[in-house]
């Protein structure tokens, strides 16, 4: 079934031929789907990239922003349904990293779908999460945002668009606080882990660990750069991507 615009969750970025993978991308905390917009059509044209809209930013900032990565989880894995006649890969960066695992259990416990690969980006392994400080000031959450890095950061220098855009970045914050280290449940798909070699918080050992959910296989690959290396080396990247989901049968 085609995307199209029938979905307030995703944003397609449809290729010139039916898809052969669908590749969903779940942006970092403080994220929306706009910054998957250049990996549009850079997949080639048998893969089709479908961005993840959450709630309260964009297209959807009269909304609630959702403080819960089960919730998010919950919600988007239902919204897939219609659109699982394609096999579906899914990427995520950072908070989007544990919502793709959290999605890719939904699938294939409530409707039998496993999703041809998860790719995790900057993200520790479920086992290793740690809690963090949620109830920072707007100063502190601005702060935070700016030490991690990413185009998104530059919003915050305009007092108007902070305004709008901070509710959104303090939802995902808790989400990511309340997200405590559980069992990793494995997954019924390969798995592959990507981090900068110099993220602040995530080193390429805590990546690895995500092996421990992966029976069915696991790769790493280390790219130069910090938290949002995925910017910079976007070119590697996507190389990288194509090239696995390429070898998918």
């Given at each position: 079934?085609?995307?199209?615009?029938?979905?307030?969750?995703?944003?397609?970025?449809?290729?010139?031929?039916?898809?052969?993978?669908?590749?969903?991308?779940?942006?970092?905390?403080?994220?929306?789907?706009?910054f998957f917009?250049?990996?549009?059509?850079?997949?080639?044209?048998?893969?089709?990239?479908?961005?993840?809209?959450?709630?309260?930013?964009?297209?959807?900032?009269?909304?609630?922003?959702?403080?819960?990565?089960?919730?998010?989880?919950?919600?988007?894995?239902?919204?897939?349904?219609?659109?699982?006649?394609?096999?579906?890969?899914?990427?995520?960066?950072?908070?989007?990293?544990?919502?793709?695992?959290?999605?890719?259990?939904?699938?294939?416990?409530?409707?039998?779908?496993?999703?041809?690969?998860l790719m995790?980006?900057?993200?520790?392994?479920?086992?290793?999460?740690?809690?963090?400080?949620?109830?920072?000031?707007?100063?502190?959450?601005?702060?935070?945002?700016?030490?991690?890095?990413?185009?998104?950061?530059?919003?915050?220098?305009?007092?108007?668009?902070?305004?709008?855009?901070?509710?959104?970045?303090?939802?995902?914050?808790?989400?990511?606080?309340?997200?405590?280290?559980?069992?990793?449940?494995?997954?019924?798909?390969?798995?592959?882990?990507?981090?900068?070699?110099?993220?602040?918080?995530?080193?390429s050992e805590?990546?690895?660990?995500?092996?421990?959910?992966?029976?069915?296989?696991?790769?790493?690959?280390?790219?130069?750069?910090?938290?949002?290396?995925?910017?910079?080396?976007?070119?590697?990247?996507?190389?990288?991507?194509?090239?696995?989901?390429?070898?998918?049968?």
């Amino acid at each position: 079934m085609a995307l199209g615009t029938e979905s307030i969750w995703l944003r397609a970025y449809p290729g010139a031929a039916p898809p052969r993978t669908r590749l969903l991308c779940l942006p970092h905390a403080g994220g929306s789907a706009s910054f998957f917009h250049s990996w549009g059509n850079a997949l080639g044209d048998d893969v089709e990239v479908v961005a993840v809209r959450y709630p309260g930013r964009q297209e959807r900032i009269a909304e609630e922003p959702v403080d819960d990565i089960e919730l998010l989880a919950d919600s988007i894995s239902a919204e897939l349904v219609p659109f699982l006649d394609t096999p579906l890969a899914l990427f995520g960066h950072s908070m989007g990293a544990s919502l793709a695992y959290e999605i890719a259990l939904r699938l294939e416990a409530r409707y039998g779908v496993v999703p041809a690969a998860l790719m995790v980006s900057c993200r520790k392994a479920p086992h290793l999460l740690t809690p963090r400080t949620a109830a920072l000031t707007d100063d502190g959450l601005i702060d935070e945002v700016r030490r991690l890095g990413g185009t998104d950061s530059a919003l915050l220098a305009e007092p108007e668009l902070r305004e709008l855009i901070l509710p959104a970045i303090r939802a995902d914050f808790s989400a990511v606080a309340r997200y405590a280290a559980r069992p990793g449940v494995p997954v019924g798909c390969p798995v592959t882990g990507y981090v900068g070699d110099s993220d602040p918080d995530v080193d390429s050992e805590a990546v690895r660990a995500w092996r421990r959910v992966a029976p069915r296989g696991f790769g790493l690959k280390v790219l130069a750069g910090g938290h949002f290396y995925l910017v910079d080396r976007r070119a590697e990247l996507l190389a990288d991507i194509r090239a696995r989901l390429a070898r998918n049968p």
